[in-house]
Each structure stands twice: as structure tokens, then as C-alpha cells.
């Protein structure tokens, strides 16, 4: 089959998909009833930002769902966006913006091809298996279609597979790596076990911020599914506005996301709550994938030493632990994490710009910046917490 043959459609919302359908591209692992890999592209989470206003009119990330059809079915579908700034994307293009402009184009709209608020690396053409061949090249036609018919500057997508930024530049688009802490279980068994792969400083200062974390005066519990009740939604939502009062102005997610999640999202999240008196004061909020447990948003309403490295990534290592998952995705940014066991890994995302001109000095851009990225990556892994092959001290 040739691409030709292959119909594309633009949704403005994913009430105009069956989820059956949207998922069969997303996560067709999750057929058989187990968790799908990536829990952020599945139809239930991008409708939940969707129907809670999360995005939508009036903030920016105007949903223009891709869906290819062929043979009567839906073979391939991506979560697109029309943006009307940079804002939540976490790799961001506000210096390219800045040159854009100043060169007198416009660079608004353009076409985002991500999940929304979500620094986590996942497939963003999602294609039906047996389809591979024209899924990709597909959608990106179709996006490129949307640009030019409404004279849209550039198309970007962020946190895509490494095997698809290959694929995307051999399509003629650019690649752009950037880089987060991402910790792996190398076969552990449980917490001791990574412990005892540390080097004796980095693990006894993570015994003492446990234990000084345990003094908070309260107990730490992950509640999962059904485990979550509508309170717990009350208190991570203080939490989360006071986030993201400070992080980003105002908060990304409505309070109705939470609302939604907790109606169709539970079993995709561990919720870790601290609480002290009967009122949880701290809380971290995780996604759980089929092989990674993605952390997202941490808050509080009150200040403990070492609470937050306890709730984001020591109890997130031991969820993962437990349950069998390979890998923990702190989120972005925070070289503090690197002493905690997360090292650096390189993220991707790929870049179309329709101007040749800036095309070509974006692409000199990205070349330069992937060399620093790859040196980044290489001195901070040198500086990680693991054990050396010569005799250390005794504890």
C-alpha cells in the first residue's frame, strides 16, 4: 500500500474517535489487558486534558488530532496541537521565536506534535502494527499539509523515541537532543540492593535523608487505583497550585483534570501522600507505565527536610522495584537527582521549518548543541553516585 491510499483526517477533538480505535495505534500492547507503555498517549489521558479544559480554547494548545485511515480502519494517529506560544513544552524554541520575529515572520502559530505538559519520551506517531512502513511517513505529511495550508512556520515534536528522531531525519526533518535523569534498575532486587551499588559517601547521605525524611512526624503511603479516594484529590490539588504558582504562574491542569483522572486515570497512577495529623502536608504524583514509572508533580503545604527527595524519587525507585518496572522518569531538568541514582540520558525531539533560510541556521544550531549535550552527558554520568572498581572505604 502507498501513501496515496491512506485518507487523513484532522479531529478537533477525540470525542470524534472511538477510543478502541485512537488505542489501537497507541497501545496495542495493552490489548490484552495489561498496562500500556506509554500511559500519556492513550485516548483516556489526552481526552481527560481535553474535556477538563486543560487544553482547548483559550489556552493555547488547540487540538488538531492527526488520524491516518486505510483498508476502513484508523492505522495511525498523533495528539497534534496548534500552539499559540511555547509555553509547557520543556524543550523549548523561544530563542527561535525571538529570531524569527525579529526577522520580521511570524512564528505563532505553530504545529506541536506532543502530549502536553509531559517532559516524558514516548512514541508520537502512534501506528497500528503492520502498518510501520506508511504510518510515519503518513502523518507527517499531513501535518506538513496543515502547515502549508494555513501558513504555519514550523511543526515540532517533543519527546519522541530515538527510533523515530532516526526515522524523522531520514524524512528530511532536523533532530534536536536534550538530555534528563532517568534512573534504571540494573537488577537490584529491592532498595539495599541499589544501595549497595553506590559508593559509600552517596549512600550513607541517602540513609540520612531517609531517615531524616521518616522525621517528619507523619507516615508516607503510595495509594494506587482504587486506593485513591476523591479527598486525596482536594489535598494534591493545594499542592499542585502552589507548584505551579511558582514554577510556571499559573497552573497547567485544571482542577477538573484531577476530577476526571480520578474517574478514569486511577489505575494508570501512584499517588505518594504525606500526612501528618490526619492532613496530608506533601504529595507526588507518578504515572505507572508497562515498564517505567513516570514521575510528574510533587507539592506541599508544609516544609520538611529531605520530604521531597523521599516522596519523588526514593519512594518512586521503590514502587519501581516492587513492581517490576525497569526504569524511573523523574521528570525535567535537576542535576540534584544525579546523587540519588538518576543518571543523564539523552531525550529527542524532532523540527520542520518551512523558511530554507532559518531551517538551515537552526539546523547549525542543533549540531553545535548536540555535541554539548553529548559532552554534558558523558561528565556528569562521570560524576554519578555508583560504585568505582577500586577499594573504598569502610562504612
Known sequence: MDQAQIEIRVLGSLSQIEAEEWDACACPEAADGGRPVDPFTTHRFLKALEDSGSVGRGTGWQPQYLVASADGMTV?????????????????????????ERAGRRYYPKLQIAVPFTPATGRRFLVRPGYEAIGMPALLEGAVRVADANDISTIHATFCTEAEAEAG????LMARASQQF???????????GFLASLSSRKRK?????REGAADFGGTIRTLTGDEIEPEHWDAFW??????????W????????????????LRGDIALVLAERDGRAVAGALNFIGRETLFGRYWGCVEHHPFLHFELCYYRAIDFALAH???????GAQGEHKLARGYLPTQTHSLHWIGDPGFAEAVARFLEAERAAVEEEIDVLTSYGPFRHIEVEEQE
Open 182 to 192: 532517568h534512573w534504571e534498575d540494573e537488577g537490584y532486587g529491592d532498595f539495599d
Open 76 to 100: 495511525a494517529c498523533a495528539p497534534m496541537y496548534a500552539k499559540g506560544h511555547s509555553q509547557g513544552e520543556y524543550i523549548f524554541d523561544h530563542s527561535w521565536a525571538h529570531a524569527f
Open 205 to 209: 547521605n541517602i540513609r540520612k535523608e
Open 169 to 172: 531525519v531520514a524524512m528530511g
Open 324 to 330: 517490576g518496572l525497569a526504569r524511573v522518569e523523574a
Open 238 to 247: 493545594r499542592f499542585y497550585q502552589d507548584t505551579g504558582s511558582r514554577k
Open 249 to 264: 504562574g499559573t497552573p497547567y491542569l485544571t482542577r477538573a483534570f484531577f476530577d476526571i483522572a480520578h474517574e478514569t
